[in-house]
């Protein structure tokens, strides 16, 4: 069966991608205003709302190759500039991870080296959270081993003490 597309329908969709990727821009240049900056808590109620614009533009399926650029590029800025903020949010996302590997496989070369830069970018993000989950978890262990020897020297002291006034 053949599908007709009206020229309204091309218009409207041209219209609807550049519309996008102005959005998409100004997301961009926002993330990268802020990035190194001691500011960028700011921007962290925001993420999951960008995330979401993503998702559904990918959902949709009617986007150009510009849009598909900008778009992941986004991504990328996203976990550039809040890194461990935006792991868990990206990781929670609907289509990041589809998205990103649809654009690492794309044949546009400008979107495979964009993809290539957001992966990084999402890897560094999400290698922080290790990072610091794994100094939590050490920095406990350390704790409980320092509390036990605590005990065991308050112990010995005591047997000294008691030693020592006998």
Not at 71 to 90: E, Q
Not at 153 to 161: E, F, K, R, V
Request: overall charge negative; proline content about 1%; glycine content about 4%.
């Amino acid at each position: 069966m053949y599908a007709h597309t009206s020229g309204f329908d091309l218009e409207m969709t041209e219209y609807i991608n550049n519309l996008r990727n102005g959005i998409l821009e100004a997301y961009s240049g926002i993330f990268q205003g802020f990035k190194n900056s001691s500011k960028t808590q700011f921007l962290i109620p925001y993420a999951s709302h960008i995330l979401h614009f993503l998702d559904s533009i990918y959902m949709e399926k009617d986007m150009d190759d510009v849009v598909m650029k900008t778009a992941i590029g986004v991504l990328g800025d996203l976990a550039d500039t809040l890194g461990s903020n935006a792991a868990s949010l990206i990781q929670q996302s609907l289509s990041s991870r589809d998205f990103l590997n649809e654009c690492l496989t794309s044949d546009d070369h400008m979107i495979k080296e964009s993809a290539k830069w957001a992966k990084l970018a999402i890897s560094r993000a999400i290698s922080i959270v290790s990072m610091v989950r794994q100094q939590k978890y050490l920095f406990e262990g350390l704790q409980v081993v320092t509390n036990s020897c605590m005990h065991h020297l308050q112990s010995i002291t005591d047997l000294c003490m008691s030693t020592i006034k006998s």
